[in-house]
């Protein structure tokens, strides 16, 4: 079975901190997305990566950084945490177009 | 581009009878299309998907969706709600065998009465 764990379910972080959400995969998988899931609006890309070392914009990049040094590993920055960014966020692997997802981490913003 | 539109942010059914969720998308080319539920305080699985081939898909639990390229759409059914379908719903697309990114709807949220 594929896995996808995320470093945190919960965060609880105070405006201007920067927070780093960390996701693991373990299916040797290429691309990496990460998501922000708001009630009513659905799933909205962050960030996604391709390869080790690359990433591209989704729809919703402002506020956030990525980093994906080794293949596993695919890690969400918020340079610098705002309110407006307590959010569930997931992160998902795929092969093509089937994406598998973790749990998600709850990030509240005070 | 994409774009796919969840009728109904909220269904309620009673267990036992039909579940119905609607799903309707635009693309530019034949897409592949998704399924996927999320239980509280967890991640999506998918639970079925449209690529090629029969336009009538199963998937797990018992839940099937059928794509109707001329109504653009790919509703979600289940003959008979069982407690445990309680959970948001997600319909996603992503344009055919060119694509890794999915475009997602708005979500469901079905509830079901006892």
């Known amino acids: 079975d594929v896995k996808v764990t995320q470093s945190s379910r919960y965060l609880v972080k105070r405006t201007g901190e920067k927070v780093f959400l960390e996701c693991v995969q373990d299916?040797?998988?290429?691309?990496m997305f990460w998501y922000r899931q708001d009630p009513g609006l659905g799933l909205r890309l962050i960030y996604f990566s391709y390869d080790v070392k690359m990433k591209e914009k989704g729809d919703i990049p402002e506020g956030y950084s990525v980093s994906r040094e080794k293949k596993e590993r695919f890690s969400l920055i918020l340079e610098s945490a705002s309110t407006n960014q307590t959010s569930m966020y997931l992160c998902a692997s795929s092969v093509k177009y089937e994406q598998y997802f973790g749990p998600g981490t709850r990030l509240t913003v005070t | 581009a994409q774009s796919v539109t969840q009728l109904g942010s909220h269904v309620s059914v009673s267990e036992g009878a039909l579940v119905l969720l609607r799903c309707n998308y635009s693309?530019?080319?034949?897409?592949?299309l998704f399924w996927y539920v999320q239980y509280p305080n967890q991640g999506l699985q998918l639970l079925l998907k449209y690529t090629t081939g029969a336009t009538l898909v199963k998937g797990i639990n018992g839940f099937e969706a059928e794509f109707k390229k001329s109504e653009t759409s790919f509703h979600l059914t289940k003959p008979s709600a069982h407690m445990s379908d309680a959970a948001e719903y997600f319909c996603?697309?992503?344009?055919?065998?060119?694509?890794?990114?999915?475009?997602f709807g708005g979500g469901t949220r079905l509830m079901v009465k006892p």
């Open positions: 996603a697309v992503t344009p055919g065998n060119a694509g890794n990114m999915l475009t």
């Open positions: 693309s530019s080319v034949p897409p592949y």
């Open positions: 299916m040797d998988h290429e691309n």
